[in-house]
């Protein structure tokens, strides 16, 4: 696996990597992780076609699911604790 781009952003870090023939868009805020797949033929342009796919209501999207994946964890942590 090799990274292959890195994509600028205020709330996330984005990384691309490229492996056996997919695109692998990695999210990371904090301790949590996305990992989008997408194989190579999917996206004739190349990386620049996984550029146009990372659009604003993507980035939005990626951004309430790391909000949930907090409460989530947040939750499971506090029903832990009163164990």
Sequence with gaps: MRIIA???HPE???SIFLMN???LIKFEKGTYEQ???LSQIDI???VD???KL???DFFDSVAERFTQMRNDFNNAFQRYELL
């Design 21 to 23: 023939q997919k695109y």
């Design 6 to 8: 890195e994509l600028p």
């Design 35 to 37: 990992t989008y797949k």
């Design 54 to 56: 990372l659009d604003a």
């Design 12 to 14: 996330f870090k984005i």
């Design 49 to 51: 076609g996984v550029f």
């Design 44 to 46: 004739p342009d190349g």
